[in-house]
């Protein structure tokens, strides 16, 4: 039994692995006599401690302020994302995108700055990997997001992939997971209209409803 679990996965194929997401324990407040929880926002995605077992062996690691992850299908590799839980000057953590060797369970940081990452997608070989991130504020309510791309093993920092001919105005989805074709050879990405910011200089009174009615 795993205490404080949110999520579980584990590889299609390959090794008798597991991964991970551990809530956290809820704090409690001594002045009230009540349990406050560590998570103050539902929306608002947590950094949380994930943790990745051999469940032949026994032999795990625990990584924290993970946001996003998934394995290769094979099993080999596994890839995350990880941002701060609160703004610290003092903190010095790299922060990013990191892949791991599932053998050695060596970790390695193939995209740097915290972002919001995701949509992580291998090929069916675990030869290639794909996903949508932007490195914009969290407070920045309309995202741009880029499209990241690369051959494994990734021996140096991933960057960003600029799209050509997109259609005007459209921008790369953040709710679409790029997905590779059965031969590697071809990847197939979401693209979207771009998000129209709501103008927040109207107050509610300046603003036109309508009812729209029909009947036979």
Same mark, same amino acid.
């Given at each position: 039994?795993?205490?404080n679990?949110?999520?579980?996965?584990?590889?299609?194929?390959?090794?008798?692995?597991?991964?991970?997401?551990?809530?956290?324990?809820?704090k409690?407040?001594?002045?009230?006599?009540?349990?406050?929880?560590?998570i103050?926002?539902?929306?608002?995605?947590?950094?949380?401690n994930?943790?990745?077992?051999?469940l032949?062996?026994?032999?795990?690691?625990?990584?924290?302020?993970?946001?996003?992850?998934?394995?290769?299908e094979?099993?080999k590799?596994?890839?995350?994302?990880?941002?701060?839980?609160?703004?610290?000057?003092?903190?010095?953590?790299?922060?990013?995108?990191?892949?791991?060797?599932?053998?050695?369970?060596?970790? *390695?940081?193939?995209?740097?700055?915290?972002?919001?990452?995701?949509?992580?997608?291998?090929?069916?070989?675990?030869?290639?990997?794909?996903?949508?991130?932007?490195?914009?504020?969290?407070?920045?309510?309309?995202?741009?997001?880029?499209?990241?791309?690369?051959?494994?093993? *990734?021996?140096?920092?991933?960057?960003s992939?600029?799209?050509?001919?997109?259609?005007?105005?459209?921008?790369?989805s953040?709710?679409?997971?790029?997905?590779?074709?059965k031969?590697?050879?071809?990847?197939?990405?979401?693209?979207?209209?771009?998000?129209?910011?709501?103008?927040t200089?109207?107050?509610?009174?300046?603003?036109?409803?309508?009812?729209?009615?029909?009947?036979?």
């Amino acid at each position: 039994k795993l205490p404080n679990l949110k999520s579980f996965k584990g590889p299609k194929k390959g090794d008798a692995l597991g991964d991970y997401l551990e809530h956290k324990k809820e704090k409690k407040d001594s002045t009230k006599g009540k349990k406050v929880d560590a998570i103050k926002d539902a929306k608002k995605v947590q950094p949380l401690n994930l943790v990745l077992r051999n469940l032949t062996s026994g032999k795990k690691e625990i990584f924290k302020n993970v946001t996003e992850y998934d394995f290769s299908e094979n099993g080999k590799h596994l890839i995350f994302a990880t941002k701060p839980e609160k703004k610290d000057s003092t903190d010095k953590t790299p922060y990013g995108v990191y892949l791991v060797n599932t053998t050695s369970f060596t970790k *390695q940081l193939i995209v740097a700055g915290a972002g919001d990452y995701k949509q992580f997608s291998f090929d069916e070989n675990g030869t290639q990997v794909s996903f949508v991130g932007s490195k914009e504020n969290d407070k920045v309510k309309t995202k741009t997001y880029q499209f990241y791309y690369s051959k494994l093993p *990734q021996a140096s920092k991933v960057d960003s992939v600029q799209i050509k001919n997109l259609p005007t105005d459209w921008v790369i989805s953040e709710n679409r997971k790029p997905v590779f074709s059965k031969d590697g050879n071809k990847l197939f990405l979401g693209i979207a209209p771009k998000p129209v910011e709501k103008d927040t200089t109207l107050i509610a009174e300046d603003q036109a409803k309508v009812d729209i009615w029909h009947w036979n």
